[in-house]
């Protein structure tokens, strides 16, 4: 059937417009990727969690059977593009709900969002003394009086104004420094970076550019990279931006991107796409702010272990096998060219040291911004991400955990889940039996609901009586409850003029209860292993991409936090990005920030005997043990029936 | 007469056999220096100090007229290589006193006595700690008790066995450390430089290399290039080796050097040579000695201004115009590859740091390697090179100056003079009127006369009654005396087999006399200058490459070094290569290098008021004022007549 030469086929998706040209026999995902088109892919595109769906409009295709889809679908077209080949010329639809993004560039306006939540440390302020600093030098020229070389005398000079009792200067700048020197009339700014105890001067140049001198923050999360740009002569933060990761086709999961890395030796693939990323944040906030590329200096990135890894291309093989090992959890600085990021190419990199494998820099980063390093009563953080990272403690030591639980709040794993961007429900109130108020972000049409729209919904039905203890729907004669491919589901919003109907499944609740059950119990771990007890925690920090209207009484409602006064509870939104751009603007905080990592103490769940007994516990609404809940316990739930032998 | 397309020419050079095709009217020296044969030339080939002569035995040439050559030689078509064209193919003789070498790479076997001179320390100990150290680790390789990350495992291994507190890795480095330390098991060698106040890892290998650890001491002097290989195990210097300055051949002192390079734009050949230079010493000693050159991990230089200047290609231009202003004194460690060395592609090259334009590394070197530095009482140090530099002072003290009287001792500017290389004379011994005893080094034929052997002539024809105090020659019916081309001259050595007749000339006696005036009159300002006495010199360092059969005594007797005990007078050698040695064994040695040259002062002579004056009364047999030097009132040259008003 198939000639020598390989034929050439058109794909076309819509809405997005984005037109593609494979050989005949190409799976459609790779068609996909291939022009940039990110769908989403839980499983990496081995055709098991169903992310990928795509309507085929007009062509020929070959699909493989699966059980991921409806008759309905079947019926229409739907299929997954992992499990699809090419045959012809396509027209393909991308389900809005799915695709990742429309467009080359994947700058979601809304993804704003995440970036504009508040990030300064709360109640620790640090010294104004950026990682990389411009000084405006004004020098005595040479004379027979004072014939000090020019080196010797950028020295003095620059530390005149700045405490560096140890420096280093590269080959080049020496090189160039006379005629610098020499045609400003010994007037020139030099740019001096800190790296470790040392500083370098990095740059020289002629006359005053001391007032053009910019910071990147970056916080490189598994599922979106967010940016702000900082303007280190005023300490302002000055534009922000997000965009997805588009690492995401090759798995919503970063142990999932290591394995399709190494089965396909896409490492290198994996850097380009995040510098890539990283790249295009800059490059935008840039071009708005009308600043140049190479009046940015630094660069500080955020993040957990695998994303830093990948950035850097460091070995992440070993961080998905015991014992578990990273390259490294403080990585040194680096000239940002060498890796590819674009900003002046002596600028530097640093990242924020992380503290093993599974609590990254962007957990340190949330220490740090929280400041509850610094406070001497007990804090406890908790950033829910696509993992869930737990610390407790305070100035005099601190402990850390990571729950593999999922990344269900972050919409994966839940039939209408999504992240927290346009036409997202963030807010759900239950109104009576299969009717709920809703709040949109961007008051758009609803395509999903975000992670604080689904931790409404769980506190919501439960404390109303829809689902009991257990997340079963518990009264059959609900007018909300219906039937789906999936068994039973709940209708939240209803069909309307072609929007399909948004729905929760009992499959959807019980992914939601196994991420929030992870959550507790590693608290409950930490705590216990600490005799920490719930009146001695001061504060309770959650931290995450929920979206803005996040409800932290919910949060103690369905038992993901532990049961403290509402007033102790703060949702601070991403302290990874906080913590970063804490860093950049001062050298001792990041130099907090690698004593905090050195000192945390961070606990291997998998190895703890109890946290599966805590996990199985935590699963139930609030949880098996009532009494670890007592503001809940007057609450509707009390109410539902309680399957037999789970209040110990 | 010339056609379209030039002529080439064949230029067959005598006695080394080297041939070179040029365009017709190619200037000879140009031929020459596109072969590498390095013909003296201290004008640079301006034609005007007639050191570039050579015989054209075939051939057709144009010669410029000059009054440079004796009748004689324009008989005998002895022409200045600089201002004679070729015309045909030529055969050229090239005298063995002027041509540097005979062979491509110049690697004179006598200059091993340059380099043997004694060189450590005298008296003053460091810790043996050299800059660049291979540590064998030997890891617990991680495991779920300790899944520290692969960085800090190697910092905290490399911890164990030396004080780091701040460190810095390379990207490259830490990209393959997992791979390095998971094929080896967790046993591998780091290889750790010291840069500033920090200690970067320059390497990781699999297993135990720690046993092949070199480093090569550099002098770059103006005129030899000296190189000692050091095995970093044992700290012994198991090898030596020395080479002509290439650069000679764009002028013999650095000044010139620096004009050529100007007017030619020829910085980077500037640096090509001294890199190459630098180069073939390594590559002789290192396949000598069977180091492999990735086994060589450091080199440390010492070398005036000048020379660790071009040697960077760092300006220089400045540094011959008034206020004489250099790059960089402090010249911070950078990877030997950056400028071509070739040693371990990532191996670190060191300089000493210097003290000014005019004093340089070499300098430092003295200090640090004659121990004054930390002498309670006053030393005072004398490098008589192509300058004479000197250094006064104890540990609490340090002063310093240059004085540019002339290489004459180095043989330049002497009729006869040659370097300390084969068949110069080293030791004269007068025994009668125009009859001497005389020793050549390596017992060859006498071709001419190093420093200690002029320095002995000056001595012994005073001491005698031959010259007066003046330096003329006082007795008319010498047998010895004889008239040349310059006037009158003294035999020394008669012509013997074909051999021409060793003579020394009322101008070499002139030029000599001006060296040691520069360098007494310098001593005098800086005695004065700290009000030091001449009882308080403890003692009294002669450095430089003199010969090794240097008569002390003799350098008091003409008024070049105060007179004091010979018993304090104490000849080193050269002491540039023995501090570079020192530092490169301890790096403490060379944070005291550093402080010595912070602490140092330097004296400019040219803006010295006195120092005319004293280089005048200087440039008398010893000195117009005799009272400075009672041990030689009573000699011999009390008997001379004195010219009048000469005794202040």
Tied chains: 1, 2.
């Excluded at 992870?518 to 216990?528: K, Q, T």
């Amino acid at each position: 059937m198939e000639d020598g030469k390989k034929k050439r086929c058109l794909v076309h998706f819509s809405p997005s417009g984005l037109k593609v040209e494979v050989e005949k026999g190409t799976i459609l995902l790779d068609a996909a990727h291939k022009v940039g088109l990110y769908l989403s892919s839980v499983c990496g595109g081995d055709g098991y969690c169903g992310k990928c769906k795509v309507a085929i409009d007009e062509g020929q295709f070959q699909a493989k059977p699966t059980g991921l889809l409806t008759a309905d679908e079947v019926r229409d077209n739907v299929v997954l593009a992992c499990q699809t080949k090419v045959l012809s010329d396509l027209m393909v639809t991308v389900p809005t709900t799915h695709a990742l993004d429309t467009g080359r560039i994947l700058i979601d306006s809304d993804a704003h969002r995440f970036s504009e939540m508040k990030g300064n440390g709360h109640g620790t302020t640090f010294p104004f003394d950026p990682l990389v600093r411009k000084l405006y030098l004004e020098m005595t020229p040479p004379s027979v009086q004072d014939h000090t070389a020019d080196h010797e005398r950028l020295y003095m000079a620059i530390r005149r104004q700045i405490d560096a009792p140890l420096m280093q200067t590269g080959y080049q700048i020496l090189q160039k420094l006379p005629g610098i020197l020499l045609n400003s009339r010994y007037r020139a700014t030099a740019t001096v970076g800190r790296r470790g105890g040392t500083t370098e001067v990095i740059e020289v140049d002629a006359g005053d550019h001391s007032r053009r001198n910019f910071a990147v923050a970056v916080d490189l999360g598994t599922t979106t990279v967010v940016a702000h740009l900082v303007d280190l002569t005023t300490a302002a933060t000055v534009d922000t931006e997000a965009t997805y990761n588009s690492q995401l086709n090759f798995g919503e999961d970063y142990i999932r991107r290591i394995i399709y890395a190494e089965e396909n030796n896409a490492f290198d693939e994996m850097q380009n796409r995040i510098v890539q990323d990283v790249n295009n944040l800059i490059m935008t906030m840039a071009t708005r702010q009308r600043v140049n590329l190479q009046e940015i200096t630094t660069v500080v990135c955020a993040g957990n272990t695998v994303m830093v890894h990948f950035l850097l291309n460091l070995d992440t093989r070993r961080i998905r096998r015991e014992p578990y090992v990273a390259t490294a959890s403080f990585v040194p600085p680096i000239r940002a060219a060498e890796i590819g990021v674009q900003i002046n190419k002596r600028g530097l990199l640093y990242c924020l040291p992380g503290v093993a494998a599974y609590v990254g820099s962007d957990i340190v980063g949330g220490v740090l911004a929280t400041g509850m390093f610094a406070k001497s009563g007990i804090c406890l953080l908790a950033d829910i991400g696509t993992n869930g990272e737990i610390v407790l403690g305070n100035r005099d030591w601190l402990v850390c955990a990571s729950s593999s639980a999922g990344p269900a709040f972050e919409g994966s794993g839940v039939r209408h889940g999504m992240r927290a961007g346009a036409g997202a429900i963030e807010k759900f109130t239950y109104l009576g039996p299969g009717r709920f108020n809703y709040q949109t972000i961007g008051d758009r049409p609803p395509a999903g609901i975000c992670g604080s729209g689904l931790l409404d919904l769980l506190a919501e039905l439960h404390t109303h009586g829809v689902i009991d203890r257990t997340g079963r729907f518990s009264e059959d004669h609900d007018p909300g409850l219906t039937y789906g491919d999936d068994g039973r589901q709940y209708r939240l919003v209803p069909s309307d003029n072609g929007r399909q109907e948004i729905v929760i499944t009992q499959a959807d609740i019980d992914n939601l209860l196994r991420s929030k059950a992870g959550v507790f119990a590693a608290i409950r771990v930490l705590m216990e292993a600490t005799q920490t007890r719930l009146e001695d925690l001061e504060m309770v920090f959650l931290a995450g991409g929920f979206g803005n209207f996040l409800n932290v009484r919910h949060a103690v409602t369905i038992g993901m936090l532990p049961d403290v006064p509402v007033e102790r509870i703060r949702f601070v939104g991403n302290t990874s990005i906080a913590g970063a751009k804490m860093a950049l603007l001062s050298r001792e905080a990041l130099r907090r920030a690698e004593e905090i990592a050195a000192s945390m103490t961070y606990f291997d769940l998998m190895s703890h005997t109890g946290y599966m007994e805590e996990f199985i516990r935590a699963r139930f609404l609030p949880h098996t043990d009532l009494s670890l809940f007592p503001s809940v316990r007057g609450s509707a739930s009390a109410k539902c029936k309680v399957g037999s032998g789970i209040d110990q």
